[in-house]
T-cell receptor, first 111, second 115 residues
Framework: GQSLEQPSEVTAVEGAIVQINCTYQTSGFYGLSWYQQHDGGAPTFLSYNALDGLEETGRFSSFLSRSDSYGYLLLQELQMKDSASYFCAVSRSGSARQLTFGSGTQLTVLP | KAGVTQTPRYLIKTRGQQVTLSCSPISGHRSVSWYQQTPGQGLQFLFEYFSETQRNKGNFPGRFSGRQFSNSRSEMNVSTLELGDSALYLC??????????????FGPGTRLTVL
């Protein structure tokens, strides 16, 4: 089977940096994605890692360690609008579009 | 480009009925995936369609089915509705290029309530 673990809640203040961790167990691992979802909204893609290392996209960065089955999403210069749920999701070889999602991390950004 | 559209946005049904949800992918996208989102189970993969063929299927009962048309639009059907089918049903499209890192673009979802 597959499983992902991520913290249920994280709180930080505006301007700060926050890291959301994700550990996974899956056979045939191919890649790790991150999605953001505001209340009542659609999940939107943030970042993807298939290889070890850091991917940077503006204020968001994502890291993957395949040997540790671990990744994280780093959000810098937090803004109020970053308050949302963040999901990590794994894809497997042969079924790249079949994402298995973690339970989500609710990020609250305080003024 | 217009995003993924889903209709209807909200739906109320009673137990035992059936429902059909529709999804129009982003123009040029050929893969459509469906997900169910509930507070208890989170986001769960239902199935993926590409070129009118189901490519992958999640762990859902046979009451959940889908299809894809030649214009890539997709429908999913749930028969004999149960209370536990109340959920947000999300459709996602991707270009399905040769690589396996296709980003999935989600629609706003259909909120189904089963009474």
């Amino acid at each position: 089977g597959q499983s992902l673990e991520q913290p249920s809640e994280v709180t930080a203040v505006e301007g700060a940096i926050v890291q959301i961790n994700c550990t996974y167990q899956t056979s045939g691992f191919y890649g790790l994605s991150w999605y953001q979802q505001h209340d009542g909204g659609a999940p939107t893609f943030l970042s993807y890692n298939a290889l070890d290392g850091l991917e940077e996209t503006g204020r968001f960065s994502s890291f993957l360690s395949r040997s540790d089955s671990y990744g994280y999403l780093l959000l810098q210069e937090l803004q109020m609008k970053d308050s949302a749920s963040y999901f990590c999701a794994v894809s497997r070889s042969g079924s790249a579009r079949q994402l298995t999602f973690g339970s989500g991390t609710q990020l609250t950004v305080l003024p | 480009k217009a995003g993924v559209t889903q209709t209807p946005r909200y739906l109320i049904k009673t137990r035992g009925q059936q429902v059909t949800l529709s999804c129009s992918p982003i123009s040029g996208h050929r893969s459509v995936s469906w997900y169910q989102q509930t507070p208890g189970q989170g986001l769960q993969f239902l199935f993926e369609y590409f070129s009118e063929t189901q490519r992958n299927k999640g762990n859902f009962p046979g009451r959940f089915s889908g299809r894809q048309f030649s214009n890539s639009r997709s429908e999913m059907n749930v028969s004999t509705l149960e209370l536990g089918d109340s959920a947000l049903y999300l459709c996602a499209s991707s270009p399905r290029t040769s690589g396996s890192s296709d980003t999935q673009y989600f629609g706003p979802g259909t909120r189904l309530t089963v009474l």
